[in-house]
């Protein structure tokens, strides 16, 4: 497990995606410097504002790094430009790329609509915890569903716990973080709030 500057002790924390490999794809660009923009569904619970810090959890629930949100801004899925498109950094980076792997995504979240309203955000990187390598980590545990209560076994929370970290996953009637590519991942995590 990586090892958290003090400094960051206490923010909130969030894992890209809908899933553990999808998670781990994103966080290598983003501590590569390729990805540098996120989008979620307007009525995501974990916004962010400008300068505000987080902490990118890689696909099993480790902490990675530190982006803090430099700039957010709300507009509709059609309204999506090719600048930020290419900031996300998926795929070619193409617009065409975008809409089509966030029509995918937000599908099978079941919030898709051509006029959805998206919160755009910008983000840096500000540092990456020691000894993290996502592109070989190993992929042996549970990872919760995008669908609120559904599809968890219970695993991925038993694992963080076992680990010292207290979570919260979404409940029934909350959206879950809807992130493509995106987004402010799988709920909240708070690093640093349990003694471990």
């Not at 498109?85 to 051509?114: I, M, P, T, V």
């Amino acid at each position: 497990m990586s090892a958290i500057p003090e400094k960051y002790q206490g923010l909130r924390s969030f894992a890209f995606g809908d899933g553990r490999a999808l998670a781990d794809e994103l966080l290598d660009l983003v501590m590569k410097g390729v990805k540098t923009a996120t989008c979620s569904t307007e009525g995501e619970p974990n916004t962010s504002t400008p300068g505000e810090r987080w902490i990118v959890l890689d696909g099993s629930g480790t902490p990675a790094c530190v982006i803090e949100t430099t700039e957010v801004s709300y507009r509709r899925f059609g309204e999506v430009d090719a600048a930020f498109a290419f900031e996300e950094g998926e795929g070619d980076r193409s617009l065409s790329y975008w809409r089509a792997a966030h029509r995918n995504y937000f599908g099978r979240l079941g919030k898709f609509s051509e006029d959805m309203m998206l919160m755009c955000e910008r983000f840096r990187l500000v540092e990456v915890f020691e000894a993290v390598n996502v592109s070989s980590a190993q992929h042996d545990i549970a990872v919760p569903s995008p669908l609120v209560g559904e599809g968890t076994d219970g695993a991925w929370e038993r694992q963080l716990s076992s680990q010292g970290h207290e979570f919260s996953l979404p409940t029934t009637g909350q959206t879950p973080s809807p992130a493509c590519g995106g987004g402010l991942g799988w709920g909240s995590l708070r690093i640093g709030d349990v003694d471990g």
